[in-house]
C-alpha cells in the first residue's frame, strides 16, 4: 500500500531543460578542447614565465582542485593546496592562478608566509570559454611548481560583443 505522505518527483522544469542543454553539448565542448592542442597558448605561457622570473617550471607538488565540466562558466569554485612544511626556511611564498582564455590570463596571485600555516588557497574565477587553467606556486627558494587542468565549460561567461 502506497504511503499517502508521499508525493510525486516533481521536476523543474528549468533544472531538466538545463541539465538537458548541458548534456546535449558537452560533446561539442570537449571537442573544443580538443582542437585546442592541449598545450598552453602563448600568451598564458608568457605569463606563467613572466611570474617565475627566469626559473624553470615543473610539474608536482601543486595540488590544483577545479572541476573538468563546467555547466555555467560565471562562477567557478577551485581550490589550490602545495605540499610545503610552511617553515621560515622553506615555504611558499607565492601562488597564481592563470586561465589560457579569458581576456585577462593572471586571475589572481596569492602572497604566503611561513606563518600562514598550510599552503592553502580557494576561491571562485570566471571562465570565458573551454580552456586551461593553472596553478603556479612560487617557493622560498626560488623553484616554481605548477599544475594545470583541462576546463571544459558548457555555459561560458565573460562573453564579449562586438559591433
Not at 508521499?6 to 573544443?32: I, K, M, T, Y
Not at 605561457?45 to 626559473?55: K, L, R
Not at 604566503?112 to 592553502?120: D, S
Amino acid at each position: 500500500m502506497a504511503d499517502p505522505r508521499a508525493r510525486p518527483l516533481h521536476l523543474d522544469r528549468r533544472a531538466l531543460l538545463g541539465a538537458g542543454l548541458s548534456l546535449a553539448l558537452a560533446p561539442v565542448a570537449r571537442a573544443q578542447v580538443q582542437g585546442m592542442g592541449m598545450a598552453p597558448g602563448k600568451q598564458m605561457a608568457e605569463a606563467i614565465a613572466a611570474f617565475a622570473q627566469g626559473q624553470p617550471v615543473r610539474t608536482g607538488r601543486v595540488e590544483f582542485e577545479i572541476a573538468e565540466l563546467v555547466d555555467n562558466g560565471n562562477t567557478v569554485p577551485l581550490r589550490v593546496q602545495v605540499d610545503s612544511p610552511m617553515t621560515a626556511a622553506d615555504h611558499v611564498q607565492q601562488i597564481a592562478i592563470f586561465s589560457d582564455r579569458n581576456p585577462q590570463r593572471d586571475v589572481a596571485v596569492f602572497t604566503l608566509g611561513p606563518r600562514a600555516g598550510r599552503a592553502q588557497v580557494s576561491t571562485r574565477m570566471r571562465l570565458a570559454t573551454s580552456q586551461q587553467v593553472s596553478a603556479v606556486a612560487r617557493m622560498r627558494d626560488g623553484s616554481v611548481w605548477v599544475a594545470t587542468v583541462d576546463v571544459i565549460v558548457v555555459l561560458a561567461a565573460c562573453i564579449e560583443i562586438e559591433d
